[in-house]
Structure formats: structure tokens, C-alpha cells
């Protein structure tokens, strides 16, 4: 009887020692395939990270290249138009008489005559219409931005009390249509000449269309 149990004890402790081993040796693989199921993950995460680096690298270059070039080529507008022109010498105009700046320098869209002064709008947009008036020693002179015959802006130059040169800038904002026509006159208020023939500032009209 003692034999059996010795048996029967020893089968026992076998197959515990026997469940013992399979389940560490399963811990250690479990274990292990756990460890390196995350470790791919991580170096997969790190691989995708560096390539994604790489190619925001490489957008930034591309970026900073077209950049570059969009600040070397001019921007082309087939609606742009642009105008100036000035007078090449001193001139005394009467009171209401149209101001010719004789002079052209620029005319994009073809709408600025410098022989009558005349400017008409080559399309309909947003303009934005400035003219430079110098006055002689001890002039004045107002101008005015006449459009299809109404003024619509003023500027007084004015050096009656000094002998000096005080010019003056008239600048207006304004919708036109294409057909249009201006031109600057001289105002109702006038004394002397219009001054042009200073290098240091000229009588002049400039013009552009901004939309
Ligand atoms: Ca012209």
C-alpha cells in the first residue's frame, strides 16, 4: 500500500513539475512575442516618422524654390493697365485750361494722349488716378481731375507768400467704366505757371488699374 502511494506521489509531483515547466516555457514565449510585437510597432512608428520628415524636407525645398521664382518673374495681368506721363517745361496755362503732360513714359492699355491730355479708359475697373502740380516761385495753382466733364478731385499747390516751391499730389480712388474719358484742368484759382522743367520735380499724371 505504502509502494502505491509512493507511486502514485511521485506520478503527482511529476506531472505538477511537468505543468510547471510548460507553463513558464509558454510565459516566456508569450512574453517574448509580446516584446517584440511592440517593438516592431515602435521601429515601424520611427521608420514612417523619418520618411514623413523626409518629405516635409523636401515640400519645404520645393516651396522655398517656387517662392524664389515667383519673386523673379513679374506678375502678368491681361487686364493691366498703367499710365504715366509729364511735362517736359515750364508752361503758363490759363484758368480752366486742360494741363498736357506732353511726355509719355508708360501707357499699358493705350488710353493716355499726350498731345490733347487726354486719357480714356481702356477697360471698366477700380483706378486709382494721381497728378503731381509745382507751382512757380510764388505761384499757386489749384487742378482738378475732371471724368466725362464733372470733377471729381482737387489739389492745391500754393507758394504765393514764399519763394519757394510747395507741389502738391491730388490722388482719387474710382470706379470707371471703359470709354471713359478724363483729364486734369487748371482751377478757377490761379497765379503764374505750371512748373516742369526742375530734375527735382516734375508736373506729372500717373495711373493704374487696380482690379
Ligand atoms: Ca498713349
Known sequence: MSKMLFVLSVMAFYNIFLALFISVEMGKVYGQSQEYSLSDIVSNMSMRLDRMELAMKDKDKKIEQLEYRLKRVAPTTPNAVAFRAYMTATTAYAKRQVVIYNHETLDIGNGYNPRDGLYFVPSTGTYVITWITVPNYNDYVQTLL??????????FSDSEEIHDIHQSTGIVVLNLSKGDHLFIRVGSTKHGVIQSDDPRSKSAIAGWKLF
Open 146 to 155: 475732371v471724368v466725362n466733364g464733372a470733377v471729381v478731385g482737387s489739389s
